[in-house]
DNA sequence: TTGAAAGCGCTAACAC
DNA sequence: GTGTTAGCGCTTTCAA
């Protein structure tokens, strides 16, 4: 099984009988260099005879790109928001001829200096950061260095920078005007605790609700752990003065809802109504089914690789996107 | 925003003085090339002076390999299974400074010629195949370019070649006689159409239950397809013969099946036992929790990694390597 | 122990 | 219209 010795346009130019420039001209079809067809033709014909396939590498070398971006999560792979979006990006992305060089690195210690040795490395044009939380510095050592990045995330961090985002909270008002539809008066939220930033989900919450003029409601955070969500959403529906709504904040608080009212033996939707903030590829097979604003995952990730292609070739792009949600109903409202 | 001057070897070799040779010498820790401690340390002061960083591009093309190599699934990229095997690839790969350059394509019409393509013009040093239904031509393919290659999938094709799978159906006994303690006398199977291959999973069913000493039980397919699924398992779980105990040939499947029968006003475990074969993110969440065989999906990622780098090195690799999968118990068996 | 120089495959400025 | 040539950043043979 040895190396096979890969055909060059050198090779190319030798059987057409013309030269490498040649070859390169007709390949890329250089605008103000005119080719006479027949030798167009020889060289075709010889690319075809020799089955010859243009090397990436020594073109990007020589260019000085190569042709591919590099996308970061901090969250699993396995999570759902970042696949979908990685299929986005991807499909995004080839549509210029662009390669992701994947990479889903967790923040470690030094992540901005094996950022940058990453991107020196393998000479990549750029980043996108799919649900991955920016510290500070990192934008400054991106910035600094003029490496072009899209933000793709729920919301925008208003840090400046280029973002892809959804408007999934504005729907949080249509979403209690359901449950007060459905009979629902006393309202809750749970979801994960705030990280690095503000998270506008809380707030959003409390302004919906209020304009509802409902003043007995919760907003219950705490760590994403399975553990601690379970005990937080039981100690919730146990108590006397439970809610008969429950908005929450990530489906996998939602999944954990149902499961715990099913313990209980609350029923859904009979006895408690449920909505989940975020996609999940289990909306439609849990049960009962759960209603759900979902986000544009795929459509979020061919936006970022739109932009960020905009970028590279240093074109002026928009700074915020928002792309809409949907609010999809199931069973459990 | 303009595109910095990246700092080269070049400029490292006049920083310290030294030739680019002795730069290369020294960073690659060249066996037979003795460097002066005081000239190796000037390099390495350089170097950090600097903050070089080498071009794996450059270097792949003097040594005519990328260090990278390609990952193809058939599936959307959304699979948990594939992505879930991605992850332990690419950790496996990083061990050896091996790079992923992420494909997912679906089989598509010249698919043979794309893949050869691609993996000229990107000089690629091989392909993982994780998921993947590799058609006898593409075999050929490949070993006729001498491209090394690995398959990843549940079991083994059969086809010769090197491949990581795992033993999940050896787990179908013992299953069976959890069925049976718990007092399922009448068992069925559930899953997807076979495809292009021998599906070893009815057969394994079959063995399993007449090893149980039961006759009355079904086998029962449909396309992998959500109202199809659902159509079939309403007609089995309402058939006056209903089964007792289903095992589900894919975690979907499963997913249907607790679905229904909640709808039906069965209960699980209560009325009706349940298992999947296979992993999911959502057996914990779901609801009732799903008893499973579940595959070790990384470490089949891991070893897929370590198996490709072997070939690539050149290496005599064992043919079929095959990993321990488990039986999770949760509430639905 | 180190350096000079060639060359991997490509592109593009310039020459003819 | 097409060819010559230099050079992208690296490794490695050969010479010193």
Redesign the interface.
């Given at each position: 099984?040895?190396?096979?010795n890969?055909i060059s346009s050198k090779d190319v130019a030798r059987e057409a009988g013309v030269s490498q420039a040649t070859v390169s001209y007709v390949l890329n079809n250089v605008e103000h260099v005119k080719i006479r067809p027949e030798t167009r033709q020889a060289v075709l014909d010889a690319v075809k005879k020799l089955n010859y396939?243009?090397?990436?590498?020594?073109r990007?070398?020589k260019l000085?790109r190569?042709m591919s971006v590099g996308v970061i999560t901090d969250r699993?792979?396995?999570n759902?928001n970042f696949?979908?979006t990685?299929?986005g990006i991807?499909d995004g992305l080839s549509r210029y001829n662009y390669?992701?060089?994947?990479i889903?690195s967790k923040q470690e210690e030094n992540f901005d200096a094996e950022l940058?040795?990453y991107y020196?490395?393998?000479?990549l044009d750029g980043f996108i950061f799919a649900f991955a939380m920016l510290e500070d510095r990192t934008h400054d050592v991106l910035r600094t260095?003029?490496v072009?990045y899209v933000i793709i995330d729920s919301y925008a961090s208003g840090r400046g920078g280029h973002e892809v985002v959804t408007d999934h909270l504005s729907h949080l008002p249509e979403l209690f005007a359901l449950f007060k539809k459905k009979g629902a008066e006393k309202m809750a939220y749970v979801g994960p605790q705030v990280r690095h930033r503000a998270d506008p989900r809380p707030l959003a919450f409390k302004e919906a609700v209020e304009l509802y003029g409902q003043q007995d409601y919760g907003c219950h955070f705490c760590p994403f752990n399975?553990d601690q969500i379970r005990n937080m959403i039981q100690n919730l529906l146990r108590s006397p003065n439970r809610p008969e709504g429950i908005i929450a904040g990530t489906p996998?608080f939602g999944?954990?809802t149902?499961?715990t009212a099913?313990e209980l033996g609350l029923k859904v939707p009979g006895d408690l109504l449920v909505a989940s903030l975020g996609t999940s590829?289990?909306h439609?097979?849990?049960?009962?089914g759960m209603t759900a604003v979902e986000l544009p995952l795929y459509d979020m990730g061919v936006t970022g690789a739109d932009v960020l292609v905009g970028l590279m070739n240093?074109k002026h792009m928009e700074g915020i996107i928002t792309l809409p949600s949907e609010l999809v109903l199931r069973e459990s409202l």
């Open positions: 099984m040895k190396k096979k890969r396939c243009p090397s990436h590498i020594a990007g070398m000085n190569s699993s792979v396995t759902y696949m979908k990685l299929e991807k390669t992701i060089n994947l889903f940058m040795d020196n490395a393998n000479r260095n003029g072009p399975d996998r999944f954990h149902l499961k099913a590829a289990f439609g097979l849990c049960n009962p240093e």
